[in-house]
């Protein structure tokens, strides 16, 4: 099996797409191409190609996981989510056929190599520090206290829900800023602007459905009908 061309892809510059015997067969980026060795006229074997194929997942994978967590700071089980869907159980491919008719064909995948890849590309992430519980969950505290300003039993179920461990969690809520006394005022002062919660029996199951406790609002409310 001979690399008989290597050419630039025009929509992705960064990427060169490698034909063995006049067929594309994978594609590598800029620095994988540097390092490969590969060169017009290179005879593999079928072992070689095979590592360079899945190189070529590998790479795209890493680059698709980069984009994902370049978006917002991910936490590492919506890390794995997203690249198990969009890699294990990929979207199947949709394409007119010669009579114009709508063709929608499933794409087949190794799910053993593709498992493998998988874990190449986290292990990876955490090795460039992409992938930090600890940073993620300070982040969320903090990016949640500024725009939202929630309870901390709220900021909890939402970090459990993205797979954070529980000991982080308590960790970076003990450590955090978050002041549930004056966010409790606060979330109080914008409701009562809005007619439907000028009744308190209507606001207070409201807030504690935020995370606040039953007795902090109670107080909370007691307080500000005592002002009021």
């Keep these: 099996m001979k690399v008989t061309k290597i050419s630039q892809q025009v929509k992705r510059p960064d990427r ?17 191409l540097a390092g490969s060795g590969l060169r017009l006229g290179k005879e593999l074997t079928a072992d070689e190609l095979d590592t360079f ?26 890390i794995r989510e997203y690249l198990t869907r969009t890699f294990l159980y990929p979207k199947p491919k949709v394409f007119p056929s010669k009579t114009g008719e709508r063709v929608v064909k499933k794409q087949s ?3 053993t190599s593709v498992q493998a890849m998988i874990e190449r590309v986290m292990s990876r992430l955490k090795e460039k520090n992409y992938i ?10 903090e990016s949640r206290e500024f725009s939202k300003k929630t309870s901390k039993r709220r900021l909890q179920q939402e970090l459990q829900q993205k797979g954070v461990a529980p000991e982080i969690i308590a960790t970076m809520l003990q450590n955090s800023e978050v002041n549930e006394q004056a966010n409790l005022r ?26 606040y406790s039953y007795s902090d609002v109670k107080d909370a409310l007691g307080k500000d009908n005592d002002e009021a």
């Design 16 to 32: 060169y797409s490698v034909y063995i015997d006049e067929h594309y067969l994978f594609s590598l980026n800029e620095y994988q």
């Design 53 to 78: 194929q899945q190189d070529s997942q590998f790479g795209k994978a890493y680059e698709r996981s980069l984009n994902y967590v370049m978006i917002r700071p991910r936490s590492e089980r919506e």
């Design 109 to 111: 995948v190794d799910k």
């Design 132 to 141: 930090n519980d600890e940073i993620f969950a300070k982040a969320w505290i």
């Design 186 to 211: 606060g979330l109080i002062t914008k409701k009562r602007r809005l007619s439907r919660y000028q009744d308190d029996a209507k606001l207070l199951p409201y807030l504690v459905r935020q995370g």
